[in-house]
């Protein structure tokens, strides 16, 4: 499952590889045109210093909830009224459509523009803490990677992010030590 929040999320990215290495790409045009098309968001790139920084500390404060969640520990309050901050940014309201088969709720956007960005990604982090099964909300267990995903498996197995060499790399390694820890204890 594709969702707006953990896209958003992830824009803090880490070298899996473990070379330390990190990426905020807040700041790469390139994202925010793929991201705001993705989502259907409109906001003049790129964001003033006050935008950006209340990106950056919505995006920390989120995924202190994550890791809180991940941990199954309650998030800490501080977070909680930061997330209900930005919600307050959200300038929409639900509207009622009519369906072949029934009806539809839409969601009607007063304003385009920075505000109603970060309204939404706040909205659809809230929606997914409220509405989701949060044992499938998940950070990859490489602790170089920390990529936040929702396990959509049937057992809610998985454990890495998508990419297939992440978590070979972390098998590997994790074989190795085994083999190391063998090896010393004979
Ligand atoms: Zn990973």
Known sequence: MELLCIDFLNSDWRDWRGSGRREDRLLKPEWWERFCEQWGLEAQYPPDADTLSALQNLRAHMRAVVEAVAAE??????????????????????RLAVTADGFRLEQVVFAKGWPDVIGRIAESFARLLAEEDLRRLKICDND???????????????????????GNLLKVRRFRERQKAKGTSV
Do not use: G, Q, T, Y
């Not at 909680?80 to 929409?92: F, K, T, V």
């Not at 170089?144 to 990419?163: G, I, P, Q, Y």
């Open 73 to 94: 520990r309650p998030p800490e309050r501080k977070d909680l009224d930061a997330l209900n901050r930005a919600l307050e940014h959200a300038l929409s309201h639900p």
């Open 144 to 166: 170089d990677c920390r990529w936040v995903f929702f396990d959509e498996s049937r057992n809610r197995v998985r454990r890495w992010c998508d990419d297939k060499m992440c």
